[in-house]
C-alpha cells in the first residue's frame, strides 16, 4: 500500500533529475560556443549581435554595427561598454545570472529547478541562488539534439536582474568547442584615450 502510493510521486521526481542531471552534462562538456543572439528588452526593443564563450569566465556580445555597446567577461568580472556615454560597469560574474554559464563546476542541481514547458522535446531550467537573491535569476531553454554536447542544444535564456529588469536571449547558428583565444575577450575601454584594457 505504502509502495503504491509512493511511486507516482517518485514516477513524476526522476524525469526532473534526469533532465536536470542532463543539463548539468550538458554545460560541463561545453568548452567553447558561438551564436549568433536576438537580445529583446522589457520595453520590447531588439538588438542583435554574435555571442562567444569560453569556459571558464569568459564571454562576449558583440552587438550589431551602430550599437556602441559591449558585453564582456574577461574570466573573473562582467563588463557593460558603453562607448557612447564613455561608461563602464563592472560586477564580479559570481554576482550575475550569466554565472551558471560561465562556470563548468558549479552543480547546478544544487539551486536549479525545472519549469515545465509542455514539451518533451524542451527542457527549461530557472536557475537561482536563494541566498543572494539580489543576484537575479535565469531560466535557460534546451532543446533535445543528438548531435550536441550532452545532447542538449541551448536556445536562449531569460535573464531577470534584482530590480525585474528581463532580457531575453534567442540564440541561432550555434557551434560548440572550437578553438577561441583569449584575445576575444579584450576590449577598448572609452574612458582612456587610446588602447586596449591591459
Excluded at 36 to 43: G, P, Y
Excluded at 45 to 65: D, S, W
Excluded at 105 to 125: C, E, M, N, W, Y
Aim: aromatic share 8%; glycine share 8%; proline share 7%.
Amino acid at each position: 500500500m505504502t509502495l503504491a502510493l509512493a511511486t507516482p510521486a517518485l514516477v513524476a521526481a526522476a524525469p526532473q533529475q534526469n533532465d536536470l542531471a542532463q543539463v548539468q552534462t550538458h554545460l560541463q562538456a561545453v568548452s567553447s560556443m558561438t551564436a549568433s543572439f536576438s537580445q529583446t528588452d522589457r520595453a520590447g526593443k531588439t538588438l542583435n549581435g554574435t555571442m562567444t564563450l569560453k569556459r571558464p569566465g569568459k564571454i562576449r556580445f558583440q552587438y550589431e554595427k551602430g550599437v556602441p555597446q559591449l558585453i564582456v567577461a574577461d574570466g573573473s568580472s562582467l563588463y557593460f561598454i558603453d562607448y557612447q556615454v564613455r561608461q563602464v560597469e563592472r560586477w564580479p560574474i559570481g554576482n550575475s545570472p550569466l554565472a551558471v554559464l560561465l562556470n563548468p563546476k558549479r552543480d547546478i542541481t544544487q539551486f536549479a529547478k525545472l519549469v515545465p514547458t509542455g514539451d518533451s522535446r524542451v527542457i527549461s531550467v530557472e536557475v537561482r541562488d536563494p541566498k543572494h537573491p539580489e543576484y537575479g535569476r535565469i531560466t535557460m531553454i534546451f532543446q533535445r539534439s543528438a548531435g550536441s554536447p550532452g545532447g542538449l542544444m541551448l536556445q536562449g535564456w531569460v535573464a531577470l536582474d534584482s530590480q525585474n529588469n528581463r532580457t531575453t536571449i534567442r540564440l541561432s547558428d550555434q557551434r560548440f568547442n572550437a578553438a577561441i583565444a583569449d584575445g576575444t575577450f579584450r576590449w577598448n575601454d572609452p574612458r582612456r584615450s587610446s588602447g586596449p584594457r591591459r
